[in-house]
């Protein structure tokens, strides 16, 4: 099959594949690009497999960086545009079900898609649009099904990262599993235990983010891959529901935590732990516990000033942005405006300082300083005082006479 139109960031890479074969060696576009290309999606990377080992490709190109060499990768900086390109290689010797422990460079475009995870993930593009498609990809494409590259239980050993990689697929393509990946991935979904979390973590996301989320989240139950994730043993119904609440894509990675936390049935309190075992980052625990506690709040009521101002603009909104979830609609606009009306937006905001308190009342800093702040706070943002000094020092003193 030759491909009609070669789509712009194609041809701007083209020159690239000229040059390597000009100095006499092959180069294809490959990997989720082609396949993307394929199904008329937006494409993001473009991955560039040659015949040419790393020297000489660095050859070749004058401005390239070493970003991956022991894998044979290049990253090839060509007018104001970089391409990682990647020697042929084949992956030998999976002694831990994980990644290989090593490659080995090879000059036959066939080993390398050999060793690729699905047969919609092994095509290669050539430099005149023609597509090589070594194990009937453009079949499985046609018919929406996923399928594993060769014999699924040897693909799995080698790597059983691709598990989960296929379940993502399934929920990003909405495409079936073929009936003997399927198996495969069932009898073996205990070999995840072996697999780092950080890697099970990023293809997990891509699930819950998928277009098709209900499906790759049935898929993920039923082929027991849940039991192998952190702390989902128990999931299975939590997951179905899930999968059922309603087929509106989530788009932001923030979402799908709180959703999941939410279906869960956890607590505020459970969230830091359970991403922790997921290995979140800081920053992304602590934006979920917020958007988790507006929208717990959201649920049964509007936003209160007080919450607005602990949450934050930008976390109010991703909370509001939950509601169609649960069958009610979000009111961005009245968040915005009620946020923005807020007489304080943060303690740096009142018209008086820890300082000014000190010399007013002539205590030293303790305990008192913080209360009578956080009573001043409390009592600006509800609009019960003005924020200037004079009312604030007034209020502090009745505060402190009854303290
Ligand atoms: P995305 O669109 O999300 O980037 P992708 O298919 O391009 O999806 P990448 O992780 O970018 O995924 O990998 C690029 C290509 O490398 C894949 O299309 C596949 O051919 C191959 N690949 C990646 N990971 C594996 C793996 N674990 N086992 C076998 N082949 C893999
Ligand atoms: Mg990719």
Redesign the pocket.
């Known amino acids: 099959m030759r491909l009609q139109n070669i789509p712009p960031e194609y041809q701007r890479a083209l020159p690239i594949l000229k040059k390597i074969e000009h100095a006499g060696f092959e180069a294809y576009f ?7 290309v394929l199904l008329q999606q937006p ?3 473009v ?1 560039i497999a040659t015949s040419a080992f790393p020297a000489e490709i660095k050859e070749i190109f004058p401005r390239t960086v070493d970003v991956g060499i022991e894998h044979g990768t290049v990253l090839v900086l060509e007018n104001d545009d970089k391409y990682e390109i990647t020697t042929f290689r084949t ?1 030998s010797t999976y002694q831990d079900f994980r ?1 290989p422990d090593h490659v080995e460079f090879v000059r036959s475009l066939e080993e390398d ?1 050999k ?4 047969t919609i ?2 095509f290669a593009l050539k430099e005149d649009g023609e597509v090589i498609d070594l194990f009937s990809g453009l079949v499985d494409l046609e018919n929406k099904v996923l399928r594993a ?1 060769g014999d699924p239980h040897e ?1 799995f050993h ?2 059983a ?2 598990m989960m ?1 296929g379940l ?2 399934v929920s ?1 393509l909405g495409f079936e599993l073929d009936e003997e990946t399927f198996d495969s991935i069932l009898e073996n979904h205990e070999l995840l235990a072996k697999i780092s979390v950080e890697r099970i973590t990023i293809e997990f996301v ?1 699930l819950l983010l998928g277009k098709h989320r209900q499906q790759g989240l049935e898929m993920f139950v039923q082929t027991q891959c849940y039991l192998y994730c952190p702390e989902l043993q128990n999931a299975k119904e939590a997951l179905l529901r899930f999968a059922n609440l309603t087929d509106k894509q989530i788009h932001k990675e923030v979402h799908a935590w709180v959703l999941l936390a939410d279906q869960l049935g956890l607590s505020e309190g459970e969230i830091r732990p359970f991403l922790k075992s997921w290995k979140c980052s800081n920053d992304l625990i602590k934006k979920t516990q917020a958007v988790f506690a507006g929208l717990q709040f959201r649920k049964k009521a509007f936003f209160t000033k007080q919450l607005l101002y602990t949450l934050g603009e930008e976390q109010a909104l991703l909370a509001e942005e939950l509601l169609p979830y649960f069958d009610r609609t979000p009111q961005l606009e009245k968040v915005q405006q009620m946020y923005q009306e807020l007489p304080i937006f943060s303690l740096r905001d009142l018209a008086i300082t820890g300082h000014d308190l000190m010399t007013a009342f002539n205590q030293k800093p303790g305990k008192w300083l913080k209360d009578v702040l956080s009573a001043c706070e409390e009592a600006v943002i509800d609009g019960k005082i003005e924020n200037k000094k004079e009312k604030l020092l007034e209020f502090g003193r009745v505060f402190l006479a009854e303290y």
């Open positions: 490959v990997g989720g690009s082609v396949r993307d494409i993001h990377d991955d992956e990644r898609l060793r690729r995870d699905f993930n092994a590259v693909r080698e790597d990262l691709r990689r993502r697929f990003q891509k």
